[in-house]
């Protein structure tokens, strides 16, 4: 990891198109301002995980829905006549 001294106005350059400003000092926190394109994502780290856990949790299926959807599936294709 690359650290780096900056004082309210400076700025640091990402590649060339990323440009990190501090804004503001106040007590134990800064104002970063980010100038990137739009088509960067810009995310604090404990969003991205938040983010990152809800999909984990949305993908996962409940067991009793995986079972009656297997249950469905096996009536529907039982109930259907193959085609050839």
Excluded: F, W, Y
């Amino acid at each position: 990891m690359l650290v780096l001294t900056r004082r309210v106005g400076e700025r640091v350059l990402v590649g060339d198109d990323i440009e990190l400003v501090v804004v503001e000092v106040k007590g134990d926190s800064i104002r970063l301002g980010i100038q990137a394109p739009r088509s960067t994502s810009i995310l604090r780290a404990e969003v991205a995980t938040a983010v990152a856990n809800e999909n984990a949790s949305a993908a996962v299926a409940p067991p009793e829905v995986e079972k009656s959807l297997l249950e469905a599936l096996s009536r529907h294709a039982a109930a259907s006549p193959v085609q050839k």
